[in-house]
């Protein structure tokens, strides 16, 4: 097809450039790699992913936490939107809603079962008395596969109640986001596990999440896109509790981070594998590690300053402590203080210690979306294509 086109044109060299490369654009466009017409995201995580599950259920954020653009909290644990409302923007979808969210909620476009403190694997302590989130992945997905029948069965009602559901063919046609692990590994960091210990109960946790992907296919779902796990050691959280800690040349704890290069390395690994056993899934692996690093590595490319200090807490090195959090208040010398934001959190990569902020969440995304940092290499927009055939 290219070779005829080729003949057609008897013109001076650049126009014949011009023509052919608008021709083979033409035919890439008007195959099967189309952009994907995403019609909802349903997606897992932790809090780099939640919009108000454990808000609705345990824990709250107070002010400072949604100031940026929310202007008040929001169930978000940031200063403002997260990846995934990026991502559900970039669809020209609502922000999703949290599934235990009861109230005001909008389920046409999607759902989302992260809460903030799931891990993978059941965790070790559940709030109040420790700290994680009973909903981990397999609950999520629980949650999920309850979810899908049911929200069907309150469509039939129509009105209102429709307008509230999502459409049963939007099951297939959805984008199923992970962003999910950090916390298991944090449970091991900070349990009595050694960091060989957490290094080694790995595999196990990858398994876990694998067998999650597979029911969820199982279940109808055909395009994943799931993200690495982050440079923990690079969060005040790790440094401010593991002060021993050997750093790097960008001042982040090396074998915390280790841990987490050795987690992605299997994550990879089982995506691999993924691959061959759901033969109809297209499944992106994203880097989030290595953009979220080079935010410590080179914060001023991207107009940030002090990344390894949290814009909203207390004392020491990381403006961090474990006594006192974000939006809370410390009796200091006799006086309260409210624990608030730092003055431009626009510059800033760390919001409370933990999370990041709006502003990191923007440009991770800004990234991510193109393709660069995933295996396959393809956009956000471009995955439901499983190589050059699109699942749905
Ligand atoms: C739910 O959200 C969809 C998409 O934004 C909208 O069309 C629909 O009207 C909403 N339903 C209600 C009851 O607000
Ligand atoms: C770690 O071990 C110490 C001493 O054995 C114990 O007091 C503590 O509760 C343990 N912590 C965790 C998180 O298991
Ligand atoms: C984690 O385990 C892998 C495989 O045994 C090993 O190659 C790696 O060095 C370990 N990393 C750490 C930080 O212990
Ligand atoms: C509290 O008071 C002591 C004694 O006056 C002083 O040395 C210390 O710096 C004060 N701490 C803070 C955080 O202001
Ligand atoms: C540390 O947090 C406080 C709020 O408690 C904030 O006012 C201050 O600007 C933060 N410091 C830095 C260096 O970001
Ligand atoms: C594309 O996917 C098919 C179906 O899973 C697979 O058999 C084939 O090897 C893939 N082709 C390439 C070029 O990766």
């Given at each position: 097809?290219?070779?005829?086109?080729?003949?057609?044109?008897?013109?001076?060299?650049?126009t014949f450039f011009v023509v052919l490369s608008i021709a083979t654009t033409t035919v890439i466009e008007s195959s099967s790699n189309s952009e994907c017409n995403f019609r909802a995201i349903f997606n897992f995580g932790d809090s780099n992913s939640d919009t108000g599950g454990l808000a609705?259920?345990?824990?709250?954020?107070k002010p400072p936490y949604g100031e940026t653009y929310f202007h008040r909290p929001n169930g978000r644990f940031s200063d403002g939107r997260l990846i995934v409302d990026f991502i559900a923007q970039s669809f020209g979808l609502p922000y999703l809603s949290a599934y235990l969210d009861s109230l005001g909620t909008n389920f046409s476009h999607g759902a989302n079962f992260a809460t903030t403190s799931s891990t993978i694997r059941p965790p070790p302590s559940i709030i109040p008395q420790g700290g994680f989130?009973?909903?981990?992945?397999?609950?999520?997905?629980?949650q999920f596969r309850d979810?899908?029948?049911?929200?069907?069965?309150?469509?039939?009602?129509?009105?209102?109640?429709?307008?509230?559901?999502?459409?049963?063919?939007?099951?297939?046609?959805?984008?199923?986001?992970f962003d999910i692990g950090q916390n298991d590994l944090g449970a091991g960091f900070f349990g009595n596990m050694t960091i060989q210990q957490v290094n080694a109960s790995v595999p196990e946790i990858i398994n876990s999440f694998s067998k999650n992907v597979k029911d969820i296919y199982n279940l109808g779902g055909r395009s994943f896109w799931i993200h690495?796990?982050?440079?923990?050691?690079?969060?005040?959280?790790?440094?401010?509790?593991?002060?021993?800690?050997?750093?790097d040349e960008n001042g982040c704890a090396k074998q915390y981070n280790e841990v987490a290069q050795?987690?992605?390395?299997?994550?990879?690994?089982?995506?691999?594998?993924?691959?061959?056993?759901?033969?109809?899934?297209?499944i992106t692996y994203v880097d989030i590690y290595s953009v979220k690093y080079s935010l410590y590595n080179n914060p001023k490319k991207y107009g940030f300053e002090h990344p390894l200090i949290a814009c909203c807490g207390y004392g020491g090195e990381y403006n961090y402590s474990s006594s006192v959090g974000c939006g809370g208040t410390i009796k200091v010398n006799g006086t309260q203080i409210f624990v608030g934001s730092c003055e431009r959190p626009s510059a800033r990569v760390n919001w409370d210690g933990v999370h990041y902020t709006e502003a990191a969440s923007k440009i991770i995304f800004h990234e991510i979306s193109s393709g660069a940092f995933s295996d396959p290499p393809i956009s956000l927009n471009m995955?439901?294509?499983?190589?050059?055939?699109?699942?749905?």
């Open positions: 097809m290219e070779f005829g086109s080729r003949n057609m044109f008897h013109i001076s060299s650049v609705a259920s345990f824990v709250a954020p989130s009973p909903f981990y992945l397999d609950v999520q997905y629980t979810f899908k029948p049911r929200t069907q069965f309150i469509r039939q009602q129509g009105g209102l109640f429709a307008s509230l559901m999502p459409k049963e063919e939007y099951f297939s046609k959805a984008l199923y986001t690495n796990t982050g440079p923990i050691g690079c969060l005040p959280y790790i440094l401010v509790n593991f002060p021993l800690a050997e750093k050795y987690f992605n390395l299997k994550l990879k690994e089982a995506v691999v594998k993924l691959r061959d056993d759901l033969p109809l899934a297209a995955a439901c294509h499983r190589n050059s055939t699109k699942i749905y």
